[in-house]
């Protein structure tokens, strides 16, 4: 069998783990891992899934826009260019909204029910900071719409991934989806719009803010103490 060695990717991942007292306050918690495209974000989750999964945990992952068959049709239509007119905002809002409410129903809510641990790759905060904050819709709106999508269903807590701008773009893949497109003023006001919801929740329950500038492990090491700070002490 291939054996690792010290040096190599498999063999650093290994040391990322889960410690005991994160691990047993995480059963029937839904975990939102949230911020800017190119935050390093879907590193992480794979990272944090993989430590979960050795610590014994039962899992259920999702992605948004997505996660069920007719959810994986809404996000083609979202993030695919359109040749001949603009996707109006509001149009965009309700979409990410109608792949949500399939979600909580189909799949959130009842593994919340059995007790596993939910972990969703962007939920309704990706709304607040895309067609909120960064498209012009007021929050008592997608306030609204979240009330009708969601029905009841919350984060305990959505960890927001940060990193500057020029960090973001440079690990974009250059093929951009009609979301990326949209700019860099866009992206500008939408990582303004993360930090308003972390500023927003100063004792930081529902939203944690993540330093994302370091190296895998140092992320992975952040990510650690802030779910200590708000699951266990
Ligand atoms: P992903 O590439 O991280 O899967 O996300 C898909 C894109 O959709 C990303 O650019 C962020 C955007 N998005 C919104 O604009 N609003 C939302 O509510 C969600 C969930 C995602």
Redesign the pocket.
């Known amino acids: 069998m291939h054996k690792p060695s010290a040096n190599q990717p498999e063999a650093r991942n290994d040391t990322l783990s889960l410690p005991p007292d994160v691990a047993a306050a995480l059963p029937g918690k839904f975990l939102v891992f949230d911020g800017p ?1 190119g935050s390093g974000k ?1 590193t992480q989750l794979k990272l944090f899934l993989k430590a979960a999964k050795d610590a014994g945990l039962t899992i259920t992952e999702v ?3 997505g996660g069920t068959e007719i959810g994986e049709k809404i996000r083609d239509a ?2 695919a260019h359109l040749d001949r007119e603009e996707m109006s905002l509001r149009c965009e809002m309700l979409l ?1 909204m109608a792949s949500r409410a399939q979600l909580c129903e189909q799949v959130i809510d009842p593994a919340l029910k059995r007790g596993d641990l939910v972990v969703a ?3 309704v905060s ?2 607040y900071a ?2 909120g904050a960064a498209g012009g819709i007021p929050f008592s709106e997608i306030d609204e719409a979240a009330k009708i999508a969601m029905q009841g269903v919350m984060p305990d807590s959505t960890l927001i991934f940060d990193v500057d701008q020029e960090t973001a773009a440079s690990r974009l893949n250059p093929l951009l989806d009609r ?2 497109a949209k700019g860099a003023a866009f992206h500008k006001r939408v990582r303004e719009g993360y930090q308003s919801l972390i500023a927003g929740d100063p004792k930081s329950r529902r939203y944690l803010g993540i330093d994302a500038r370091g190296n895998e492990s140092q992320v992975f090491a952040n990510i650690i103490d802030a779910l200590r700070t708000r699951f266990v002490d």
């Open positions: 495209d879907s992605r948004e826009p979202l993030l990410y790759d962007r939920f990706s709304t895309y067609q979301m990326e």
